[in-house]
């Protein structure tokens, strides 16, 4: 578990070309600058931890590139002790990202080996989410509702509407929407019945799948 001088070298070039390609928020940037990237991949594959690049990791799934957690970071306008649902633990380097933004952390995984893996991971390294919890992203966490903040890490052919109904009002779910490109959607509650919509350019994400526990 080591974080070398070198390692923290290379986060710092990380940053700069993330800024570069447009994530301007200054608490995003630090974050990903104190979130050990490495530590989340095989240690065979150290070389490419600092690359702007997703990259393969267990149960046929990724580790999101680093740019695109920036981004979705960025357009939830997180606040400080806000309640965040992540659909998608994945490696969790997304919900390390939050952690260190010091929000609240609820996150729920639907593959059985990942999700065992990061429950054990996370704290070894200093990032404890609220709840780490085993089942269908499509369905949220309930029992925690409502949420100030939604971000969704898997490609969804249509919003859920079991995630709008756990979003606070005023609050703000960032989702990727499409089958084989998503666009980056915003979706702001306004009231108990009207949604706000914003598109934030494509992406290609994994697929939300659903069912499957």
Same mark, same amino acid.
């Given at each position: 578990?080591?974080?070398?001088?070198?390692?923290?070298?290379?986060?710092?070039?990380?940053?700069? $070309? /993330?800024?570069?390609?447009?994530?301007?928020?200054?608490?995003? $940037?630090?974050? #990903?600058?104190?979130?050990?990237?490495?530590?989340?991949?095989?240690?065979?594959?150290?070389?490419?931890?600092?690359?702007?690049?997703?990259? *393969?990791?267990?149960? %046929?799934?990724?580790?999101?590139?680093?740019?695109?957690?920036?981004?979705?970071?960025?357009?939830?306008?997180?606040?400080?002790?806000?309640?965040?649902? %992540?659909?998608?633990?994945?490696?969790?380097?997304?919900?390390?990202?939050?952690? %260190?933004?010091?929000?609240?952390?609820?996150? #729920?995984?639907?593959?059985?080996?990942?999700?065992?893996?990061?429950?054990?991971?996370?704290?070894? /390294?200093?990032?404890?989410?609220?709840?780490?919890?085993?089942?269908?992203?499509?369905?949220?966490? *309930?029992?925690?509702?409502?949420?100030?903040?939604?971000?969704?890490?898997?490609?969804?052919?249509?919003?859920?509407?079991? $995630?709008?109904?756990?979003?606070?009002?005023?609050?703000?779910?960032?989702?990727?929407?499409?089958?084989?490109?998503?666009?980056?959607?915003? #979706?702001?509650?306004?009231?108990?019945?009207?949604?706000?919509?914003?598109?934030?350019?494509?992406?290609?994400?994994?697929?939300?799948?659903?069912?499957?526990?």
């Amino acid at each position: 578990m080591i974080d070398s001088p070198k390692h923290q070298g290379m986060r710092k070039m990380l940053v700069k $070309l /993330i800024e570069e390609k447009g994530v301007t928020d200054k608490k995003v $940037l630090q974050a #990903i600058s104190k979130v050990p990237r490495h530590l989340f991949m095989d240690s065979g594959f150290i070389e490419f931890a600092y690359q702007d690049k997703a990259f *393969p990791i267990a149960a %046929e799934q990724t580790i999101s590139q680093p740019f695109t957690v920036a981004f979705q970071t960025e357009l939830l306008q997180l606040e400080e002790g806000e309640k965040v649902l %992540e659909i998608g633990t994945g490696s969790g380097y997304q919900t390390a990202v939050l952690i %260190e933004l010091k929000a609240k952390v609820y996150s #729920i995984e639907r593959q059985q080996e990942l999700f065992r893996k990061t429950k054990l991971f996370l704290p070894k /390294i200093g990032y404890h989410a609220k709840s780490l919890v085993f089942g269908d992203g499509y369905k949220g966490i *309930p029992e925690h509702a409502p949420f100030d903040k939604i971000i969704v890490t898997a490609g969804a052919p249509t919003i859920p509407k079991t $995630l709008l109904s756990q979003l606070k009002v005023g609050g703000r779910m960032v989702i990727p929407v499409g089958e084989e490109v998503q666009t980056m959607m915003v #979706i702001i509650r306004k009231s108990d019945t009207e949604f706000e919509k914003q598109e934030h350019g494509s992406f290609r994400f994994v697929p939300l799948l659903k069912d499957r526990n």
